[in-house]
């Protein structure tokens, strides 16, 4: 992993990316109900609010380890929200 930066900016664009795969859900869906999907995106909100509440926390002893973990963390909660919109 290179910096801060870096990581704010992947969760930045991942969590960005899923929102956009719901709105475009919602598009070609318009028959539907959007509260599933309303729901997903404002997930993916909070999820971007917590991580980068995560990132710029400075009283971290291992930033390293640290800095790992919110990936691990960004990566799983990426996958928890695909998954959800798979099953729309």
């Known amino acids: ?15 960005g990316d899923i929102i956009e795969a719901v709105y475009v859900w919602e598009y070609s869906n318009t ?4 509260k599933k999907s309303e729901a997903i995106i404002d997930e993916a909100i909070a999820t971007f609010d917590a991580l980068i509440v995560k ?21 799983d909660k990426g996958h928890a ?5 798979n099953k729309l």
């Open 31 to 34: 028959d539907k109900d959007t």
């Open 55 to 75: 990132v710029n926390d400075r009283s971290v002893e291992n930033k390293k380890a640290h800095f790992k973990a919110i990936n691990k963390e960004l990566e």
């Open 81 to 85: 929200l695909i998954e959800k919109i």
């Open 1 to 15: 992993m290179g910096n801060v930066r870096d990581l704010k900016k992947d969760i930045n664009y991942v969590l």
